[in-house]
């Protein structure tokens, strides 16, 4: 065989890999290195990625990260409520307001979970779900609780670390658990008069609630 130039060229042939079935034949012809380490890569990393979505304390779901870009433009909104008063009918106000419950789900799902569980159920704090409370004997309390902290610091103050909104919003997701009664710890404390109803009334009517006394 002759290049354009004239030259003899060598005849070149792939080796063969010894196997050969119905008349074909293998040749021994390899992927190139760096496809076999793009491969390997892509191993290395799904065992990594299914170890830290599977097993770690840290990592999120598309949930949360769904919920938390809900927050994150809800917050954005904070100025169609302005800043609240942290009191007992700002919480009754937004006891049964489920856009702003949402916010402080979140709130409570970033910050309470690793003390009082992911549902309200209670693992170092007190079960949220049932009727019995340590430091709370009014609706009001809570977000004084929440605020101030309690039990000599070991309920963390919160009113340097989130927004008043936050406060009040994860306040009201708080009482909103009452009465789900989920399997946790066992009651502590006494059990206390429940919330307003007046309070819960005016709030899903949109009308202040002022007014309601427990």
């Not at 169609?80 to 789900?105: H, Q, S």
């Not at 039990?151 to 919003?169: D, F, T």
Request: one cysteine or more.
């Amino acid at each position: 065989m002759s290049d354009p130039a004239g030259n003899q060229a060598t005849q070149y042939e792939d080796p063969l890999t010894g196997h050969e079935f119905d008349g074909i034949r293998e040749y021994d012809n390899p992927c190139p290195s760096w496809w076999s380490w793009l491969f390997f890569g892509t191993f290395v990393f799904s065992v990594v990625y299914f170890l830290f979505f599977q097993f770690s304390l840290v990592a999120w779901t598309i949930e949360e990260d769904y919920q938390e870009d809900v927050v994150a433009d809800l917050k954005r909104q904070f100025a169609e409520i302005g800043d609240l008063t942290p009191d007992e009918p700002t919480v009754a106000r937004f006891l049964n307001d489920a856009k702003w419950l949402t916010v402080g789900e979140v709130v409570f799902s970033t910050n309470c979970v690793s003390c009082h569980g992911p549902q309200g159920e209670g693992l170092v704090g007190p079960n949220l779900t049932d009727d019995a409370y340590k430091n709370v004997k009014r609706l009001g309390d809570i977000v004084r609780v929440v605020s101030d902290g309690a039990a000599n610091g070991a309920m963390p103050a919160w009113k340097n670390r989130l927004h008043v909104n936050e406060l009040v919003l994860v306040s009201a997701y708080v009482a909103s658990l009452r009465g789900k009664n989920v399997p946790g710890r066992a009651p502590e404390g006494q059990p206390i008069p429940p919330w307003p109803r007046a309070a819960a009334d005016q709030a899903d009517a949109g009308q202040p609630a002022g007014g309601a006394q427990p």
